[in-house]
């Protein structure tokens, strides 16, 4: 069984910052790439920002300079520094990683239960 856990979510004004952070635990035998998606009200999910096993990041064009993804020192943990946040930023962040649970076959999807940001003032 797998499990991540996101935190960080908050109530922030316009221009402000948070740091979302997802630890990854379970029947883990490596992680290809971790990553952040998104969901407003009425919206699709959609990417936010993905870290790869090797390190390459990926980014939508709409928080490019303003986000950062990066691991954490703690195995099979990601952050997403959002800074200069906007009230088109509010919604649902979801934490996502492609696990491999042994050494065989395609990694699987697996999503935390999502926490909110609200960009307002």
């Known amino acids: 069984q797998v499990q991540l856990v996101e935190s960080g979510g908050n109530l922030v004004q316009p221009g402000g910052s948070l740091r979302l952070s997802c630890a990854a635990s379970?029947?883990?035998?490596?992680?290809?790439?971790m990553g952040w998606y998104r969901q407003a009200a009425g919206k699709q999910r959609v990417l936010v920002a993905v870290?790869?096993?090797?390190?390459?990041?990926n980014y939508a064009d709409s928080v490019k300079g303003r986000f950062t993804i990066s691991k954490g020192n703690a195995k099979n943990t990601v952050y997403l520094q959002m800074n200069s946040l906007k009230p088109e930023d509010t919604a649902v962040y979801y934490c996502?990683?492609?696990?491999?649970?042994?050494?065989?076959?395609?990694?699987?999807?697996?999503w935390g239960q999502g926490t909110q940001v609200t960009v307002s003032s």
């Open positions: 870290i790869t096993s090797g390190g390459t990041t």
């Open positions: 996502n990683a492609e696990i491999r649970r042994t050494n065989w076959g395609r990694p699987n999807d697996y």
């Open positions: 379970g029947s883990i035998f490596s992680i290809d790439a």
